[in-house]
Every structure is written in C-alpha cells, then in structure tokens.
C-alpha cells in the first residue's frame, strides 16, 4: 500500500460518507497546497539569504593592484 492509499483509507474512516474519488481529491489538493507552501518558504530563505550576502561587506575581496604597476609611487 502506498502512503497515499493509506491517506485516502484514513481519511475515509473518519468521513464515511466520502467517496474514494473525492478523497483522494482531497488528498491530492492538500500534498499540492504543502508543496507549493514549501517552495514559498524555500524562496523566502533564499531571498533573505541572497539579501543578507549582498549586505555583509566581504573581508575575502583581493584588491588588484595590477593596474598601477606601471605607475611610480608617490613615496
């Protein structure tokens, strides 16, 4: 048995008067609804995550100074 069929066998003992089609209707909006609330969540976490890395002044940043190689010092 799946974990679905399981699902719908539940769902039918405790509402009687359901239909397995109807239950498993109701079963399948439900795993739908979880899952689009899920990625919401994921895209919330990765948007604050993405915020938080563009805000954090980075210490790794090398500062090229190939440029000025060329270019006498001034001391």
């Not at 009687?16 to 976490?45: C, F, M, V, Y």
């Amino acid at each position: 048995m799946t974990k679905i069929n399981g699902k719908v066998e539940e769902l039918l003992a405790k509402h009687p008067n359901l239909s397995q089609a109807e239950a498993i209707k109701i079963i399948t909006e439900k795993n739908a609804r979880k899952k689009k609330r899920r990625i919401e969540k994921t895209d919330r976490g990765n948007a604050k995550k993405l915020r938080n890395e563009t805000a954090a002044p980075s210490s790794n940043v090398d500062v090229d100074d190939s440029e000025n190689e060329d270019q006498p010092s001034n001391t």
